[in-house]
């Protein structure tokens, strides 16, 4: 059954210091359910920059690393020292 203003009454909000009725003990606990459901949002939305952070800091690491790979693979000095002493022990 939906009221007249279109919201379903268990969806209605109220506020815990106007609602006629309430005991200070259930004020209380309503504000407590409300602290630890902003809590929980906050530890969602901070466990999902978390691991949006964790992915980039291993793809960059990754990166490096193979970069790091690539370029010494790329390097043939040694290769040339090692000709220019073959030459020289030839001609020695």
């Not at 409300?34 to 952070?53: D, H, K, P, V």
């Amino acid at each position: 059954p939906r009221e007249p203003g279109g919201e379903a009454p268990f969806a209605r909000r109220i506020d815990p210091v106007r609602e006629p009725g309430l005991s200070p003990e259930q004020r209380l606990l309503m504000a407590q359910v409300e602290r630890s459901q902003r809590q929980r949002a906050l530890q969602r939305r901070l466990r999902g920059r978390n691991a949006l952070l964790a992915l980039g800091f291993g793809a960059v690491a990754f990166g490096i690393y193979g970069y790091t790979f690539y370029s010494v693979s790329q390097e043939r000095f040694l290769d040339d020292l090692e000709q220019e002493a073959e030459a020289a022990r030839a001609r020695a």
